[in-house]
């Protein structure tokens, strides 16, 4: 496929991201049905009344269908029912559709009929055709449908991030006793190999699994109808917490300089769990995605060897008991991490728990250093950019309003 790069014309003005306004219609639900059955009629109607007035005549099936709807997924036998709303068949002049008479088996009119149909209804279906024509080119051509993917392949993202540490657990399991018969030079250790590169063998298989499914997971959540609803549940419903996660992979510049619209998974604890929100299902894979952050899970051997690399002598790590030990490790390494030390024991601190109105605050200086570098960014002469970019970090743009 060749790519071709052509100058912009000076007419053309840059602008920031921009915000959703309405939601964009998933694939296969109930708003999407309701917007195309208004939509299919007015388009089929106005272009046979425009081709009537330009050309004497109406349109063939095949006009239709290749002129119109080329680019989408709409059945013949639907758009055929849509036509015979607005539309008489004739089939003694060349299969031609003429446009009915108003009021003609309640036919309202093109105008009426246009006036049921919104230009952001437009965006939004327009928007949601691209998308599956870009999830359709990487391979999904299923699971793009519905409401409630994200949620479905995250349920199943648990699911295989269990799997890959139990399947990671035998495997190390296997390869401590190989080592050890290795030693003794067993006579019976061909067998232990084998058992060895089929744990293995295993282990990958599940992995390269659970890597497709991140995969699968992360381009469904950047389908627009993920991140608008989910910007609108946040921003305008107040759903969960309330917050966006700001940057990360829904970040359309890459670089912190426009927001990531992915809400933000609700740390607070809820005495009703429902199946549906997806950021009980984002903590849940958080919690399962590894047992390496989990202290509980470390045995009495593992904990003494952490404990010895902060320092402590054998005698007084003896005399701890296994949640004495939990709590003087999570000490050590929390101080270690305030300390900047940054050594491989941080993953076992314990994070400061800010105050709800503290975490308000850290959140509107978060969306506005963002919101000031979209507009360094943007204001940035084209043989600056180096320059504005490393200017990121001091200064600030004058002339510009605060986002709310």
């Known amino acids: 496929l060749g790519v071709v790069l052509r100058p912009f014309p000076p007419s053309i003005y840059c602008v920031g991201q921009t915000e959703p306004r309405v939601k964009v219609f998933a694939p296969n639900t109930n708003d999407e049905k309701k917007f195309v059955n208004a939509f299919v009629p007015y388009q089929v109607s106005k272009n046979i009344e425009r081709t009537e007035l330009q050309q004497g005549r109406g349109l063939t099936f095949d006009d239709i269908k290749d002129r119109l709807f080329a680019n989408t997924t709409i059945p013949h036998g639907q758009l055929r029912i849509r036509i015979k709303q607005v539309a008489n068949f004739e089939r003694s002049n060349n299969g031609i559709w003429s446009l009915k008479a108003l009021g003609e088996d309640g036919f309202p009119g093109v105008e009426a009929l246009g006036r049921k149909v919104s230009p952001e209804g437009v965006a939004a279906y327009e928007s949601q055709c691209a998308a599956i024509r870009r999830l359709q080119d990487l391979g999904l051509k299923e699971l793009y449908s519905g409401g409630n993917t994200v949620t479905n392949v995250a349920a199943i993202m648990i699911f295989l991030n269990g799997a890959v540490q139990a399947a990671m657990e035998r495997r190390l399991k296997m390869k401590k006793v190989l080592e050890m018969k290795k030693r003794q030079k067993s006579s019976q250790l061909v067998y232990f190999e084998k058992a060895f590169e089929k744990l293995d063998a295993e ?38 917490g309330a917050m966006m996660k700001l940057t990360g992979i829904g970040d359309p510049s890459g670089v912190g300089e426009a927001y990531n619209f992915l809400r933000e998974a609700d740390s607070r604890s809820s005495k009703v769990a429902s199946s549906n929100n997806d950021g009980a299902l984002n903590a849940q894979i958080k919690k399962i995605t590894g047992t390496q952050n989990d202290l509980r899970k470390l045995t009495m051997k593992q904990m003494a060897s952490l404990l010895r690399s902060y320092g402590m002598k054998d005698k007084q790590i003896g005399v701890l008991k296994r949640w004495d030990r939990v709590h003087v490790i999570r000490d050590l390494s929390t101080k270690a991490a305030s300390d900047g030390m940054g050594d491989e024991m941080e993953r076992f601190a314990r994070g400061e ?14 969306i506005q250093e963002i919101w000031r570098r979209q507009i360094m960014s943007l204001t940035a002469d084209a043989g600056n950019e180096a320059a504005a970019t490393s200017d990121l970090g001091i200064g600030s743009v004058k002339d510009t309003n605060d986002v709310d």
């Open 203 to 240: 282990y990958k298989e599940l992995k390269k699994r659970q890597e497709i499914a991140k995969f699968i997971y992360e381009e469904l959540q950047l389908s627009p109808w993920n991140i608008s609803g989910e910007f609108i549940d946040v921003h305008k419903r107040a759903v969960g």
């Open 353 to 366: 728990k800010l105050r709800l109105s503290d975490q308000r605050q850290n959140y509107k200086e978060r």
